[in-house]
């Protein structure tokens, strides 16, 4: 472990360097769609674009909490590790590797489902090598494919966040978990510099959000949550996915254990007091892929939201105070009517832009 955290350090050594893109948190693809929107609003397409709020029954950004279990002591703290979580009623996904590191009992599977868990695949041994070659990595995945049915394992996430967005349409799950928004400490730099979940193909990405735990802990040598306050912060200004990465493996040590205990305290109070939706990764695939199926359409005069799970949808409006952008969310079974003539520029726009699936989505594409 010395002699990693040393290589390591040394291979990271110029990541304060790096102006692109920003640390701690990077909003480039927010930052960008917002100006489109003020943009369109000082021209006077309408005096408010209505669109389908991000996140769930009006939710004003959302969590995860992932566990990527990469040795045998680890897999062996997973159970503690629930009781940790469940101690602040945050459920989590266990990513699992399948071959080489350590033996996957049907028993310690069941466990995490039990106790309502989630299970996802992690790469496939975990020597960092999956998308070194093409050939090879179509073996691989048809192994990893494989596991994830056996599994019962909608998500994937590659070791060391090594990721080739191009090869995905070869992994057969729903969505991954594999890119950064800000890579500086990661081995593979750069990042997709957002905090929103995107579509790659068929496949929806979870963007890792936060510094992973490990690299806190051993590259920063820091034992304190202020950096993760300070990401999560941000993050929530966006109205984004604050995605966390926690190794049971690292958690031995008593300060990193402390100090993962008062992040789990710390998310807790911002889903009691800032009303953040903490949820699994696979209800954030769920939702997302819903709301990308929904549609706002007019009913009368008013503005209705119809698709899959649109009960749990809510309508917003991008609106312009004192020339800066600001969203309003429509509290469940509130429609504004707007004006006829509104109504039909903004439906234009709707048209013309797709707000409700690829803009305010943020598909590949863009």
Same mark, same amino acid.
């Given at each position: 472990? #010395?002699v990693?955290?040393h290589?390591? =350090?040394?291979?990271l050594?110029?990541? $304060?360097?790096?102006?692109?893109?920003?640390?701690?948190?990077d909003?480039?693809?927010?930052?960008?769609? $917002?100006?489109l929107?003020?943009?369109l609003?000082?021209?006077?397409?309408?005096? *408010?674009i209505?669109?389908?709020? !991000?996140?769930?029954?009006?939710?004003?950004?959302? #969590?995860i909490? /992932?566990?990527?279990?990469e040795?045998?002591a680890?897999?062996?703290f997973?159970?503690?590790l629930?009781?940790?979580d469940d101690?602040y009623r945050?459920?989590?996904s266990?990513?699992?590797?399948?071959?080489?590191r350590?033996?996957?009992s049907e028993?310690?599977l069941?466990e995490?489902?039990?106790r309502?868990f989630?299970?996802?695949?992690?790469?496939?041994?975990?020597?960092?090598r999956?998308f070194?070659?093409?050939?090879? !990595?179509?073996?691989?995945?048809?192994?990893?494919?494989?596991?994830?049915r056996?599994?019962?394992?909608?998500?994937? =996430?590659? #070791?060391?966040?090594?990721?080739n967005l191009d090869?995905y349409? #070869?992994?057969?799950?729903?969505?991954?978990?594999?890119?950064?928004?800000?890579?500086h400490?990661?081995?593979?730099?750069? %990042?997709?510099?957002?905090?929103?979940? !995107?579509?790659v193909?068929?496949v929806?990405?979870?963007?890792?959000?936060?510094?992973?735990?490990y690299?806190?802990?051993?590259?920063l040598?820091?034992?304190?949550t202020d950096l993760?306050?300070?990401? /999560?912060?941000?993050?929530?200004?966006?109205?984004? +996915?604050?995605? !966390?990465i926690?190794?049971?493996?690292y958690?031995?040590?008593a &300060?990193?254990r402390?100090?993962? *205990?008062?992040? +789990?305290?710390h998310?807790?109070?911002?889903?009691?007091q800032?009303?953040?939706?903490?949820?699994?990764?696979?209800e954030?695939?769920?939702?997302w =892929?819903?709301?990308?199926q929904?549609?706002l359409?007019?009913?009368g005069?008013?503005w209705?939201?119809e %698709?899959?799970?649109?009960?749990?949808?809510?309508?917003?409006?991008?609106?312009?105070q004192?020339?800066?952008?600001?969203y $309003?969310?429509?509290?469940? %079974?509130n429609?504004? &009517?707007p004006p006829?003539?509104?109504y039909?520029?903004?439906?234009?726009?709707?048209?013309?832009m797709?707000?409700?699936?690829k803009?305010?989505?943020?598909e590949?594409e863009l």
């Amino acid at each position: 472990m #010395a002699v990693r955290k040393h290589l390591q =350090r040394v291979q990271l050594r110029d990541w $304060e360097e790096i102006r692109f893109p920003a640390w701690p948190v990077d909003v480039t693809v927010e930052l960008i769609l $917002e100006k489109l929107l003020v943009c369109l609003l000082q021209a006077g397409w309408a005096d *408010k674009i209505p669109f389908i709020w !991000f996140w769930p029954d009006g939710f004003p950004s959302c #969590a995860i909490m /992932t566990h990527d279990v990469e040795t045998e002591a680890g897999r062996d703290f997973c159970s503690g590790l629930m009781d940790l979580d469940d101690a602040y009623r945050i459920k989590s996904s266990f990513q699992v590797i399948p071959e080489g590191r350590y033996r996957v009992s049907e028993s310690f599977l069941q466990e995490i489902r039990r106790r309502g868990f989630e299970i996802n695949v992690h790469d496939l041994n975990h020597d960092g090598r999956l998308f070194n070659n093409w050939e090879r !990595f179509l073996v691989r995945a048809e192994r990893i494919n494989k596991h994830g049915r056996e599994f019962g394992a909608a998500g994937f =996430r590659s #070791a060391v966040l090594y990721h080739n967005l191009d090869w995905y349409g #070869a992994l057969d799950f729903s969505y991954d978990m594999s890119v950064p928004s800000v890579g500086h400490l990661e081995a593979q730099r750069g %990042g997709c510099c957002s905090v929103m979940p !995107f579509f790659v193909g068929k496949v929806l990405e979870l963007p890792v959000t936060t510094t992973q735990d490990y690299s806190l802990f051993h590259i920063l040598n820091q034992h304190s949550t202020d950096l993760w306050k300070r990401q /999560t912060a941000r993050i929530m200004e966006k109205h984004g +996915l604050a995605s !966390f990465i926690i190794h049971p493996d690292y958690l031995a040590e008593a &300060r990193a254990r402390d100090t993962y *205990k008062s992040l +789990l305290a710390h998310l807790a109070d911002l889903r009691s007091q800032r009303n953040m939706w903490i949820a699994l990764p696979g209800e954030v695939n769920q939702w997302w =892929r819903a709301r990308s199926q929904m549609k706002l359409v007019p009913e009368g005069k008013a503005w209705m939201i119809e %698709g899959p799970e649109s009960d749990r949808a809510r309508v917003a409006y991008a609106v312009l105070q004192d020339e800066r952008l600001h969203y $309003e969310v429509e509290p469940q %079974g509130n429609c504004r &009517r707007p004006p006829a003539e509104e109504y039909a520029r903004v439906s234009r726009l709707t048209r013309t832009m797709a707000m409700g699936d690829k803009v305010m989505m943020h598909e590949q594409e863009l």
